[in-house]
Each structure stands twice: as C-alpha cells, then as structure tokens.
C-alpha cells in the first residue's frame, strides 16, 4: 500500500534529525480520549488519515510512545468545551501510529496545521505542529515551518499523509 511504503520511504532517507518544536499553542486539553478516528457522524470536512512513527535519534521505535493530537474544524474553531477533533493513541511496539480525522482549515494569520505533544518514557516530551506542503500559507504567517510540512495526496477521496516524529533522549 502506497502510505506503507511512504513510511520505509521516510525512513530510509531520514537522518533522524529531531523534530523541530513549535509549542502547544494556548488551546491544549490534558485527558483528551483514546481513540484512532475523529471522525463523527455528520461532520463536515475533508477525510484526511495520518500514519508515521515516532523514533530515537537513531531510528529505534521508542517504547511507550504517545501521541496527543487537537485541531480546528472547517470554521477554524476548536472545542474547548468538550474534546471534538482532539484524541490520544499509544504507538505499537515498533513506534507507528495512525489516526483518521478531516483536514483542517487554515485560521487567521495561521497555515493549515494539527497541534500535536508526543511524549514517551525515556525521550523528552515535544509539543510541535503537523503542517501541510502545497498549502499556500505553508511558509508564511506566525509559526509556519518548513521541516513540519508533511506531504499529502489523495486516494479514493481521503487526503492521505506521513509523518515522522524524532525525539531526544530524555
Ligand atoms: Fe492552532
């Protein structure tokens, strides 16, 4: 499958730089649930699925690792009410994940992003972004960076991307 192989793809050519860190941002909710998919009945929004894996500066799956992810709707709003577009996952063993969710809009002066914090045990923990190539406020407005655009492209009407998170030794 074409985002499978993306994934060695990453891998192969990655020098395990770590992941540049752009912060929280001020709409971070501690205790969001676990789950994949974001997805709800009647929500509106581009399909967009995410898979990567989060790494050691060497390369090596870091055991335990976790993702933490929260984004905008199709208005740019977040709920910061309850926890709609915002979820957790623990990464298999050998450090993937993935989660399926829509694509977020860009909102004020920002690019189209997901907030995200991963964490694990012996790393230190990062709060970065995922941001997206091709968008056109990709490499300008506040926060914008290049080494976090991830690639997409579409399959069967669901935007489809990787991305790989490297972390530092705790
Ligand atoms: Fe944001």
Known sequence: MAVAAAVSELEATDQFIPTEEVGPGPFYKAGSPERH??????????????????????????????IEMWHVNTKGEYDNEGFRLRGQVACAANGEYWFETITPVAYSSRCMHLHVRVSAPSAKTIATEIQ??????????????????????MNNGERQGTFLFVLRDA
């Open 37 to 66: 998919s974001f997805r709800e009945k009647g929500m509106d929004g581009e399909p967009l699925r995410i898979n990567g894996k989060v790494l050691d500066t060497r390369g090596r799956p870091l055991t335990g690792a976790r």
């Open 132 to 153: 997206f190539d091709g968008d056109p406020k990709a490499t300008k407005g506040s926060g914008a960076r290049t080494s976090l655009a991830m690639k997409t492209a």
